[in-house]
């Protein structure tokens, strides 16, 4: 089979008379796109939270960025205790709440 270059196809596609397409299926293809477009789902909540996280950007760059600070946080938590200098529970951590006993800050 003989095949074609990529400029000689063009030129045939540009010689091809363009197919008129009735006004009556083009409304309906646009209103089908905005219903479709309008329907709440999954998908477009977490579009919309991703681009209110970060706008314009695709939807694996905000998962990433979440991803890695929740991995250095509990690489923090996990593996960087705080040490109490005055001996206190030896269980305290990162996220150990402070022991507010009324004696002022």
């Known amino acids: ?6 400029d000689e196809l063009d030129i045939l596609l540009a010689r091809a008379p363009v197919p008129a397409v009735p006004a009556a299926l083009w409304r309906r293809v646009l209103a089908d796109y905005d219903r479709a477009a309008g329907r709440p789902g999954l998908t477009r ?3 919309l939270g ?18 890695l600070a929740l991995v250095i946080g ?3 938590a996990a ?3 705080l040490d109490l200098a005055d001996g206190g529970e030896a269980s305290a951590g990162l996220f150990a ?8 800050l």
């Open 1 to 6: 089979m003989d095949e074609m270059r990529d």
């Open 45 to 47: 909540l977490l579009r």
């Open 50 to 67: 991703a681009d209110l996280l970060w706008p314009g950007a695709p939807a694996w760059q905000p998962v990433c960025a979440l991803a």
């Open 74 to 76: 509990f690489g923090a």
């Open 79 to 81: 593996f960087a205790p």
């Open 97 to 104: 709440a402070p022991d507010l006993d009324g004696q002022g």
